[in-house]
């Protein structure tokens, strides 16, 4: 049977095409507004081009060739001017938990550019040692004022549980406050910027259109619709049958348009103005704000630094390879490639080696967060993996992808970066 033939869920294209720059595929869904999000929603995705490109590497081809950078900058500084404060108050918030990207955004725009930004923090679903530690470097070294939100345990896990049940997304929680708690900070402090790193479309999470502004869309953070569900559940039926007050939800609850309009907002993005590189964050973060690295490997990647913050952030990348087919490789490795890091043939070497790795090393924790039995958990991962991208063998059991990066032709060599695989491995 041909592959054609297989029922592809989420509204996935039926016929995986891989970049031929990177190692990222037409599979990659764009980012949305996650009080939208149900069972059934179709997803958007990511494209690639006729000449076998995809819309990450489209992007990142502008910031090198056709971008002006110096123009961009002159762009950040009227746009700070703006905003700026001289007496003793905030003027802006920088949003984070502890991370290499967070680190650099709020210690540049405070040493850098004389900005008073107040520091915000969702917290994790479950703080690793190691994330804990970096938040309180980034606020003791990096020197800032923070204001650390934890939503309800009880009601942060069950909306987990019923994410993980229902989206097979059990991260969603954490999307929730990282997309809109900023802007809501802004509004209750009478702040008038939010500033993120990367934009979207460095991660093809969008269109190309969306990269010619340095503001994030509303649609990500604002939801004007009656109807508003977490975790896949209208919040009526969270209320009737989950045991959920109207109180419980209301940290996760979207923005409305008039809101932000009323306050003038600025949602942006410094990775907008600046060329954006996780490696370089990475070196700026540890140089600044005492950053530390895991000590280990991140299981599913090669990576040691990057969303270490939370146990369970192994497992929402397993979750995003079990429903895609992308895995936490396939995010590092193609953004290296981009950046000239690593060559495509490394990636795809990186790509067998530890994309099916299954993220062992907090998934007791994650069962007991979840609340479910391995034997549940395996049987909802099932679920959620789409024939077109599956294939179960059927003397062992054991679940392998159909396809490979492999599958396309090699990148012709001008385009290869330098070599990193002789001196890490
Ligand atoms: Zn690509």
């Known amino acids: 049977m041909s592959d054609e033939r297989l029922d592809a869920y989420y509204g996935l294209p039926t016929e995986v095409v891989y970049c031929r720059r990177c190692i990222m595929s037409n599979q990659k869904p764009h980012s949305i507004n996650e009080t939208t999000h149900v069972a059934g929603s179709k997803k958007a995705t990511m494209g690639v081009g006729d000449d076998g490109i995809c819309d990450a590497c489209r992007y990142s081809d502008a910031k090198q060739d056709s971008i002006d950078w110096e123009a961009r900058e002159r762009q950040l500084l009227r746009s700070l001017e703006r905003f700026r404060r001289t007496d003793g108050s905030y003027d802006c918030i920088v949003s984070g938990s502890g991370g290499k990207d967070s680190m650099k955004i709020a210690h540049m725009l405070k040493y850098r550019y004389g900005m008073n930004p ?5 917290a994790p679903h ?7 530690l970096n938040m309180q470097r980034w606020i003791h070294e990096g020197g800032f004022d923070n204001l650390l939100f934890s939503a309800n345990g009880k009601v942060m896990r069950k909306l987990t549980s019923l994410a993980f049940e229902n989206l097979y997304f059990p991260f969603q929680p954490f999307k929730f406050g990282i997309k809109s708690w900023a802007a809501k900070m802004a509004m209750k402090f009478g702040i008038k910027l939010v ?24 649609e990500f953070f604002v939801n004007d619709a009656p109807d508003v569900y977490l975790s896949g559940v209208h919040t009526d039926t969270l209320i009737s049958d989950h045991g959920l007050s109207a109180n419980d939800l209301l940290p996760f609850m979207p923005i409305r348009s ?4 009323d306050h003038d907002i600025h949602v942006e ?27 280990q490997r991140s ?33 590092d490795a193609s953004h290296e490639v981009r950046n000239g890091h690593v060559t495509r043939e490394e990636a795809v070497a990186l790509w067998h080696k530890f994309e099916q790795e299954f993220p062992s090393r907090f998934h007791a924790d994650c069962l007991e967060y979840l609340g479910v039995t391995e034997e549940r958990f395996q049987q909802v991962t ?19 992808l159909r396809h490979t990066p492999d599958e396309v032709a090699q990148a012709p060599a001008a385009e290869r970066g330098q070599s990193i695989i002789s001196s890490s491995a």
């Open 299 to 331: 299981e599913g990647t090669y990576g040691k630094y990057a969303s270490i913050d939370d146990k369970i952030d192994g497992l929402h990348y397993w979750t995003h390879l079990i429903k895609f087919g992308i895995g936490r490789t396939s995010f």
């Open 258 to 261: 008039h809101e932000v309009a």
């Open 118 to 122: 107040l520091t915000v923090t969702w």
């Open 269 to 295: 993005c410094l990775g907008w103005y600046m060329p954006w590189d996780p490696q370089e964050s990475y070196y700026y973060a540890v140089e600044n704000c005492g950053f530390e690295p895991e000590t």
């Open 126 to 132: 479950m703080y690793s040692d190691i994330g804990w």
């Open 195 to 218: 500033m993120y790193g990367e934009p979207y479309a460095e991660y093809g999470s969008t269109t190309l259109e969306e990269a010619d502004s340095p503001e994030v869309g509303w």
């Open 382 to 400: 099932d679920q959620f993996r789409s024939p077109h991208l599956w294939r179960q063998d059927p003397g062992t059991g054991v679940w392998r």
